[in-house]
Antibody, heavy 119, light 112 residues
Framework: QVRLQESGPGLVKPSGTLSLTCAVSGGSISSGNWWSWVRQTPEKALEWIGE???????NYNPSLKSRVSISVDKSKNQFALKVTSVTAADTAIYYC????????????WGQGILVTVSS | DIVLTQSPDSLAVALGERATINCKSS????????????LAWYQQKSGQPPKLLIY???TRESGVPDRFSGSGSGTDFTLTISSLQAEDVAVYYC?????????FGGGTKVEI
């Protein structure tokens, strides 16, 4: 069974860059699935950030596209998220998840990592 | 973007009774070429990530108890818990995948 684990700083300064990594175990990131980032605000709203395929193809939420990039490292079986110019509104629990199909539903999720934007 | 509106925001149900959660989409998520509704349901317990329950609006994920069922088509969908158990206390979300951006409903909190 595939497992996902997020890692990265839990505190980022305003105007800085949020960087997270998702390690995939129990399966290959080149398995044919897409891989997504989803965040959950303190108000519990869920927001899809974007997804990536092992080839490097990406799809982003237009609301975040100008500030977000997702990359993949097949050698390490992991993928990463960067969000630039962060504000307090980017404070959230960030989850990585596996898409069953491109732009589909999520059958496996990481435990999530809380990222707080504060000086 | 497709907006998913869930109702109610919360509900309290007695053990063994039925719980019904609604999800209304701002546009149809039925893809005519394959007659499939591009909608999923998740359960999120406190302190945990969401867990997939249902996809294609009515297909239960492997391992999900059969007291959970999904129904509906087009713009109106329902998640039903036929006989509420204590372990079903959670927040439930619908999500569409009829194109990007993928969006989620606001969630429905189910309590005993």
């Amino acid at each position: 069974q595939v497992r996902l684990q997020e890692s990265g700083p839990g505190l980022v300064k305003p105007s800085g860059t949020l960087s997270l990594t998702c390690a995939v175990s129990g399966g290959s990131i080149s398995s044919g699935n897409w891989w997504s980032w989803v965040r959950q605000t303190p108000e519990k709203a869920l927001e899809w950030i974007g997804e990536i395929y092992h080839s490097g193809s990406t799809n982003y939420n237009p609301s975040l596209k100008s500030r977000v990039s997702i990359s993949v490292d097949k050698s390490k079986n992991q993928f990463a998220l960067k969000v630039t110019s962060v504000t307090a509104a980017d404070t959230a629990i960030y989850y990585c998840a596996r898409d069953i199909i491109r732009g589909g539903w999520f059958d496996s999720w990481g435990q999530g990592i809380l990222v707080t934007v504060s000086s | 973007d497709i907006v998913l509106t869930q109702s109610p925001d919360s509900l309290a149900v007695a053990l063994g009774e039925r719980a019904t959660i609604n999800c209304k989409s701002s546009q149809s998520v039925l893809y005519n070429s394959n007659n499939k509704n591009y909608l999923a349901w998740y359960q999120q317990k406190s302190g945990q990530p969401p867990k997939l329950l249902i996809y294609w609006a009515s297909t239960r994920e492997s391992g999900v108890p059969d007291r959970f069922s999904g129904s509906g088509s087009g713009t109106d969908f329902t998640l039903t818990i036929s006989s509420l158990q204590a372990e079903d206390v959670a927040v439930y979300y619908c999500q569409h995948y009829y194109g990007t951006p993928l969006t989620f409903g606001g969630g429905t909190k189910v309590e005993i």
